[in-house]
């Protein structure tokens, strides 16, 4: 009887105590690309790739400062989504000019 009653014991202080030690949900992590400061470590990487020595540091310099990191590109898939967006009241021939126009442009 004593050893049912102790079994009893642990298993009800299990049940009651398991909310305290329930684990909560971390913060998410920011998706790549979300820091502004990667992201302009990153393209200005990519444009000063055939500088070298004082060149590039006074381009990297420039390039991440408020002002001089320049706007990265939209992505092909970024572009398709803003141009579907804008052609949703347009049909047939219409839609297609529009269509090929906004993806043709470089931005």
């Known amino acids: ?3 049912q ?3 009893a014991a642990i ?4 049940v009651f105590a398991a909310p305290a030690f329930a684990q909560t ?5 920011p998706a790549a690309g ?11 990487n990519t444009q000063a790739a ?21 706007a990265p590109k939209m992505t092909q ?3 398709m989504k803003a141009c579907n967006a804008q052609a949703a009241d347009k049909k047939g021939d219409d839609r297609k000019a529009f269509m090929k126009t906004c993806l043709s442009t470089k931005s």
């Not at 298993?11 to 299990?14: E, P, R, T």
């Not at 590039?56 to 001089?68: E, N, P, T, V």
């Open 34 to 44: 979300t820091n502004s400061q990667q992201s302009k470590m990153k393209t200005c």
């Open 11 to 14: 298993v009800l202080g299990g």
């Open 5 to 7: 009653s102790v079994i």
């Open 25 to 29: 949900a971390a913060p998410a992590a």
């Open 50 to 70: 055939d500088k070298k020595g004082d060149d590039r540091k006074a381009f990297m310099k420039q390039c991440l400062s408020a002002a001089g990191a320049p």
């Open 77 to 79: 898939q970024d572009r």
């Open 1 to 3: 009887m004593k050893i």
